[in-house]
């Protein structure tokens, strides 16, 4: 999935998204970063062809993604928003069979879908009854239902936007596991972040938005540097331990704010 100098903007004078160029690749984990207003959920929405580029182009294998027809988008392009549905009375179960939308029902994917997100004892209960992390749990699992196909998941991709926010860390872990999981079978992932640390374990490149800009994009140790993410996050960073031979962050106290 590629963005050719993709340049968006709400109003013409303030742009959102200015002159963004970079390939998400299949096989591959990618963490969005940057902070508040930065353009990421923009940018998500462009990729999504639910927004079209002032000027520039995103392409889906090699096609224009705001061309393409909404079941063809769909079964190739499934998307984890930052809030789920809000008072749905849906079962589980049959939120994530809404992700078969473009695809042939096949109660057995709607079950894999679950299990893989550890859904499979809370199949029955109401969608607006569950907690904010096991909503979003659900909306992960409908996803992986949306490009599930026999475990073929060449040429499709996956967009989500602060997945993992309210999960505990049981269901980080697990989560960002499994989306590690699908791209080794071919899927392209990319996932918005605030946190540096888990970007550093679970993701294998890196691009970091600020201003609208991708000021940084590349694997991730050449991008999940204090010299890069300082001058962006306006913090000071320290990164005393490692995980695995990846390094993690820590914010070094600010002075007063207050008195």
Request: glycine share 10%; hydrophobic share 45%.
């Amino acid at each position: 999935m590629r963005l050719s100098n993709v340049h968006f903007g709400y109003e013409p004078a303030t742009p959102v998204v200015r002159g963004v160029t970079a390939e998400l690749r299949a096989g591959q984990v990618c963490a969005l970063i940057g902070p508040n207003a930065a353009g990421k959920s923009t940018l998500i929405e462009l990729m999504l062809g639910q927004l079209r580029p002032t000027s520039g182009a995103v392409t889906l294998n090699g096609k224009p993604v705001g061309e393409l027809k909404p079941h063809e988008r769909a079964q190739r392009l499934a998307y984890v928003p930052q809030r789920a549905m809000k008072d749905v009375s849906f079962t589980v179960a049959e939120v994530v069979s809404l992700g078969r939308y473009a695809q042939p029902r096949e109660d057995a994917v709607i079950d894999e879908a679950l299990a893989m997100c550890d859904l499979l004892p809370l199949r029955g209960r109401v969608f607006g009854e569950l907690s904010m992390g096991q909503q979003q749990r659900v909306a992960v699992a409908r996803a992986v239902a949306q490009v599930w196909s026999k475990g073929d998941l060449a040429g499709k991709f996956m967009l989500l936007d602060e997945p993992v926010n309210a999960m505990d860390l049981k269901h980080v872990d697990h989560s960002m596991q499994l989306l590690g999981d699908l791209a080794s079978r071919g899927l392209g992932v990319l996932a918005v972040l605030h946190d540096l640390n888990l970007a550093s374990v679970y993701a294998d490149t890196v691009w970091l938005m600020a201003e609208g800009q991708l000021r940084a994009a590349g694997r991730r140790a050449e991008v999940l540097q204090a010299e890069v993410l300082e001058p962006v996050y306006g913090v000071t960073l320290r990164s005393p331990a490692e995980s695995g031979g990846r390094r993690l962050f820590f914010v070094e106290p600010a002075r007063k704010v207050v008195g």
